[in-house]
């Protein structure tokens, strides 16, 4: 049991230039989400899921694109990356409904992205 | 206006000692509060939740919501060197989307 797994750790990008975050769990969770953390701002939500085939725009969602298409992938794409995306990213899944299980959300190790 | 706000500190106390972290909310719909701890370079890893008003105790930890005045606090007691982390409010919406506070460093020194 691996948990939410997130890759690259670390990354440089150029302004301008894409790529994609990877996430992947494997508790089988439906619902999935992309925060991002910026200095004294905490965690802010990018992007989630209730469900393969179904997402949703969170608060910061300019500048990113996610899709679903398995339980176990939420992968986050830049489109176009900008200095203002410089920032750690942090995936995070969990399973739906109320009680321990359901509000039991798991965070990534989390991956440190830089556009110069 | 910020959804949640916390208070970023630092907050330095010695080791034994009783730590007080709170934040406020404006959206009186939240029902869900949690509390996380974050290590640096690490993703946050839940501590506690509470449902509603009232207080929740595990172990040295105490977490109470006071949703008439719209106030959540987390309380550690005999604090150790392994508690200095970053501590992070939250609420919870539909689709388990968590709104956070902005996080409160705390360093127990030893």
């Known amino acids: 049991n691996a948990g939410v797994t997130q890759t690259p750790k670390f990354q440089v990008l150029k302004t301008g230039q894409s790529m994609t975050l990877q996430c992947a769990q494997d508790?089988?969770?439906?619902?999935m989400s992309w925060y991002r953390q910026d200095p004294g701002m905490g965690l802010r939500l990018i992007h989630y899921?209730?469900?393969?085939?179904?997402?949703d725009q969170g608060e910061v969602p300019n500048g990113y694109n996610v899709s679903r298409s398995t339980t176990e992938d939420f992968p986050l794409r830049l489109l176009s990356a900008a200095p203002s995306q410089t920032s750690v990213y942090f995936c995070?899944?969990?399973?739906?409904?109320?009680?321990?299980?359901?509000?039991?959300?798991?965070f990534g190790e989390g991956s440190w992205l830089t556009v110069v | 206006q910020k959804e949640v706000e916390q208070d970023p500190g630092p907050l330095s106390v010695p080791e034994g000692a009783i730590v007080s972290l709170n934040c406020t909310y404006s959206?009186?719909?939240?029902?869900?509060f949690m509390w996380y701890r974050q290590y640096s370079r690490k993703g946050p890893e839940l501590l506690m939740y509470?449902?509603?008003?009232g207080n929740k105790e595990d172990g040295r930890f105490t977490a109470q919501v006071d949703k008439s005045s719209k106030y959540i606090s987390l309380f550690i007691r005999d604090s150790q060197p392994s508690d200095s982390a970053t501590y992070l409010c939250?609420?919870?919406?539909?689709?388990?989307?968590?709104?956070f506070g902005g996080g409160t460093r705390v360093l127990v020194k030893p």
């Open positions: 995070a899944s969990s399973l739906g409904g109320t009680g321990s299980s359901g509000n039991t959300i798991y």
């Open positions: 508790m089988n969770h439906e619902y």
């Open positions: 899921s209730v469900g393969a085939g179904i997402t």
């Open positions: 959206n009186s719909a939240f029902q869900y």
């Open positions: 509470t449902y509603s008003s």
């Open positions: 939250a609420t919870k919406a539909a689709g388990n989307k968590l709104t």
